[in-house]
Each structure stands twice: as C-alpha cells, then as structure tokens.
C-alpha cells in the first residue's frame, strides 16, 4: 500500500512540475523533469519483497523477475585439455566475471568453483572448477564454447572450493574449506583423496585448507598459497591496491586473517596477522603470526594463543565504500571455555550475552549476523543482528554469501541464507516435520543507519533443500547466482546445482 501512496505522489509531483513548466523560462523545464526521476530512482525499491515459502521445489522470485540455467551438475560437459569430455561436478559456489578486454561490458568469462570433496578419476579428486564464455547477444546473456576444465593436479588438488575473489591482476582466488586434520579423513576409505603421496614436503592433509590461485584465461593453476594459512578458507578479499588479502575462517570459534604482500600485487611473499579486537569494541590490533611452516599449518592454534579475537563461523566478505561486510553465522548453544582456556580472545558483543550463562562460556548463537570492520580504524561491530521479522512467520538467519550492488543512486547489501538446521522457526512446522531446509536472499538498503531485521527485503526463496551462493552482478545489473544441492528428488529443473542467471533488473 506505502507503494501506491508514493506513486501517487510522485504523479502528483509531475503534475505539478509539468504545469510549473509550462510558465517557467525553457532553461527551467529539465531541473523540474530531472528532479522527478530522480525521486523515483531513489525512492522506489527495485522490486517488491516477496514473502518466506516453506514448500517450494522451484525458485521463487519477485513479479516481473526470471530466470535460466547456464551451467548444471552432470546435465552439461565438461572439457579437459586433452579434449575429452565428462560430467560437470556439482556443489557450484563461487562465482567470479572476468570482463573481455575488448568488449567489457558484454562479454567475459564465468569461473564456478565446485566444493567438492570425492574421488573423480575423470576431473580429479575433491574440489574443482570450470570456466566458460558468456556473451550478451540480443539483449541476453548466452553461453559460448565449451565448459572448460581446470586441472588441481600441479598442487596436488584441492578439497571443498568455497569463496575467492578475482584479484587485481585478473586471476582468481579459491579457497579451501575443508576440516582435514588427517589424511584418512581425506582420504574417506578410498571415496574421497584417492593419491595420497606427499606435495612440497607436506604429507596430503598438510597441504589442503589454503588459498589457490588460477589463471582463467590459461585454465591453469599458479600457485597454492601456504604463507595465507591453513585454515577453514572461506572467503578471500583483496583490496584493490595490491597489498592487502581479508581472510575469513569457517570454524568455531573461528578468526579474522589478513596477508600483507611485501610487493604489491606480487602474492608470493607475505605477512600473515590475526584480528584482535580492543576490550572496550572501538578499535583493534593485528597480531603478527609466525611464517614458519610448521606455525603457517596451525595458525589457527597459534594466533589463539597470542590472544586473537575469536568469531562464531565467519562466512563471504564484502567491501562497500571502503568498510568490510562479513556474514557471521553463528551455532546453536555453542561453548567458548576451550577456545578461552587456550588464550582465544571473545569479542565485545558476545560478552555482553557470557555475563548471563551459569559459567561466563555458553553462547547461544541460532541465526548469526552481519559484522562490519573498518580498516581505518580497526572497529569490528555488529551491522545487523538475524533474528525473527515482526509477524514471527520467517526469520533471518545464519547469513553465508555476500555480494553488493548499486541500483539507481543506492546501494544493497545482498545475503543469502544457509540455515544451520531446520528447527528454532529457521522454516515452518510444516517443514520441520518434513525435515525440509529452505533459504533466502534478501537486500538491505545500505543508506540505513542502523539497520533491523524489518529492513531487510526478501528477493526470493531457494528450492527445497538449496543454499544459493556465488551471487555476482554482470556489469549492466543481471545477477548470476549458484543454486547448490537442491533435493534431488524435487520436480522441474532445479534437483541438481546449477549456475543460473536471474533477469529483469
């Protein structure tokens, strides 16, 4: 209904303005016409907010909005550099565009990582990715050549592909999310890490949860960065100067990690420091972290014991206008006593709930939030608490991928959801019963202070059993975005991962 209202008066201002112009001096008439699509640009939201669906196979967007599948687990082949073909591999998560030199704006090539973790004799053991061609070819955007292979095997593969980014020298990071603290937990009884020979010195277990980086345009990896830390890699940020990584860490408690490169855009030779946040929550400091092998494969253990601040499953970051978005998580009824005992450093606004519990340890944390750091002054904060909209029938909860866009003269924040479970209203009673997991994306007006749950705007909703991820923006404002392990028995199309591209922006 408040839409109606302002269309009406936004109609009611060009009635006006048209009859200020037609007794205003000509020169006048474009200041009054401006001003008017301007309120309109600014004032009316890119879509209108959809409501939670508990029982959907399909994806659910807003009127007006469509979508179609690119790329899909299986469905499509992939291409080796011997030119033989296989089944794609599934678990599509990071997304990354890399514009063609020559016609930025409608062409450039795709990059999906695969968070896998199996034996592929054909593809490779554990993680992945593939790399295709897109094109904007009468007003739509369409898949050129082949689905390309990239080839792990030079480092010794990888496992569980999550988040990256693009750097600033046009290749990709990828980064490991994997909890391999042995080589038989890789190894999975000969389903998952079938070589399990040593790689630079490091036995196979050593040498998986770092940060990777491919050349798109080669379809070949550079390097394997161990100076970034063995860690749960979820996300990897680089500024655009060259300098600097953000690193976050899915684990709980988890860290925030930054690399510093001792020549600018050169990522072969770095610093690696860990977050501590200053008691009183307005500024922080970066402990500087031992780059011995041996200290690079536990920094997580190391930098706890120097007395790092500690994070309930950091997710995707994201920068906007010079400040750092994270998607923290969170876990249910989660313990901090054993990170605290090993000298873990707990975050302000987490205190502030230990002071209640019976022994100062007990943190309930069932649907996360998003944090906000800003490099200038080292502040860490809480952005947005998840939580229950008023009407209590959905809730924000346990944020994962992150991306940004502008549209018109605002900016949004853009979240999707993976709920840690299906209980505590993350879905309906009617999908609980079912066991059905259902996730969100939804878009906050970054122009809001201090934002609530109430502001956010849901844009629409997975099918059952998905998380979306690797939400991108093409340079003319069409999303892509990665639909990973919907239910395979759900009807239609979308039973199995797919990278789709969503249209009517």
């Known amino acids: 209904m408040k839409n109606f209202f302002l269309l009406a008066t936004i109609l009611g201002l060009i009635s006006c303005g048209a009859e200020a112009v037609e007794n205003a001096p000509i020169d006048d008439a474009p200041i009054v016409a401006?001003?008017?699509?301007?309120?309109?640009?600014?004032?009316?939201?890119?879509?209108?907010?959809?409501?939670?669906?508990?029982?959907?196979?399909?994806?659910?967007?807003?009127?007006?909005?469509?979508?179609?599948?690119?790329?899909?687990?299986?469905?499509?082949?992939?291409?080796?550099?011997?030119?033989?073909?296989?089944p794609a591999k599934g678990n599509h998560d990071l997304t990354v565009f890399i514009p063609d030199e020559e016609k930025p704006e409608t062409?450039?090539?795709?990059?999906?990582?695969?968070?896998?973790?199996?034996?592929?004799?054909?593809?490779?053991?554990?993680?992945?990715?593939?790399?295709?061609?897109?094109?904007?070819?009468?007003?739509?955007?369409?898949?050129?050549?082949?689905?390309?292979?990239?080839?792990?095997?030079?480092v010794g593969y990888t496992n569980r592909n999550c988040g990256g980014s693009l750097t600033p020298n046009g290749t990709v990071f990828t980064c490991e999310e994997t909890w391999s603290w042995n080589t038989e937990y890789l190894y999975q009884g000969g389903k998952g890490h079938t070589d399990t020979s040593w790689m630079y010195g490091l036995s196979l277990w050593q040498n998986m949860g770092y940060v990777v980086e491919v050349d798109p345009q080669t379809r070949k990896v550079v390097k394997k960065h161990h100076k970034m830390g063995k860690f749960i890699h979820e996300d990897a940020l680089c500024t655009a100067d060259g300098k600097t990584v953000y690193l976050s860490d899915d684990m709980s408690p988890g860290l925030f990690f930054k690399y510093e490169t001792v020549t600018p855009y050169d990522y072969t030779d770095g610093q690696l420091y860990a977050y501590r946040q200053s008691d009183?929550?307005?500024?922080?400091?970066?402990?500087?972290?031992?780059?011995?092998?041996?200290?690079?494969?536990?920094?997580?253990?190391?930098?706890?014991?120097?007395?790092?601040?500690?994070?309930?499953?950091?997710?995707?970051?994201?920068?906007?206008?010079?400040?750092?978005?994270?998607?923290?998580?969170?876990?249910?009824?989660?313990?901090?006593?054993e990170s605290m005992a090993a000298g873990g450093h707990v975050p302000n606004y987490v205190r502030e709930n230990l002071a209640k519990s019976d022994d100062n340890t007990k943190f309930d944390d069932p649907f996360g939030r998003i944090l906000e750091f800003d490099p200038e002054t080292n502040k860490m904060?809480?952005?947005?608490?998840?939580?229950?909209?008023?009407?209590s029938i959905a809730c924000f909860s346990n944020p994962d991928c992150n991306t940004s866009v502008t549209i018109g003269n605002k900016q949004y924040l853009v979240l999707s959801e993976d709920i840690n479970w299906y209980d505590r209203g993350r879905v309906d009673a009617n999908a609980e019963g079912r066991r059905d997991f259902f996730n969100e994306i939804y878009f906050l007006d970054m122009s809001i202070e201090n934002p609530v749950v109430e502001d956010l705007m849901r844009f629409c909703v997975a099918p059952r059993g998905a998380e979306t991820t690797g939400v991108i923006f093409l340079p003319e404002g069409t999303m892509i975005m990665n639909i990973q392990h919907p239910k395979s028995s759900n009807s239609g199309l979308l039973n199995k991962s797919s990278t789709i591209i969503v249209e009517g922006f």
């Not at 920094?299 to 400040?323: L, Q, Y």
């Not at 809480?382 to 229950?388: A, L, N, Q």
């Open 280 to 337: 009183d929550g307005e500024s922080g400091s970066w402990l500087t972290l031992p780059m011995d092998t041996t200290s690079l494969i536990n920094c997580e253990s190391v930098a706890k014991s120097m007395g790092a601040t500690m994070f309930i499953r950091h997710e995707w970051i994201e920068e906007v206008n010079g400040k750092i978005y994270i998607c923290e998580t969170g876990e249910d009824h989660f313990s901090w006593a």
């Open 107 to 154: 062409k450039g090539l795709l990059y999906i990582s695969h968070e896998t973790k199996y034996a592929d004799p054909n593809l490779g053991d554990g993680g992945g990715a593939t790399i295709f061609e897109i094109e904007k070819i009468d007003g739509h955007w369409q898949v050129r050549g082949n689905f390309d292979h990239v080839d792990f095997s030079s």
């Open 381 to 391: 904060r809480s952005y947005i608490e998840g939580g229950f909209f008023l009407d």
């Open 34 to 86: 401006d001003t008017i699509e301007q309120v309109a640009i600014d004032t009316i939201p890119p879509f209108q907010s959809i409501a939670s669906n508990f029982d959907t196979d399909s994806l659910i967007l807003p009127e007006g909005f469509s979508y179609r599948i690119l790329f899909q687990e299986k469905t499509d082949l992939v291409t080796r550099a011997d030119g033989q073909q296989f």
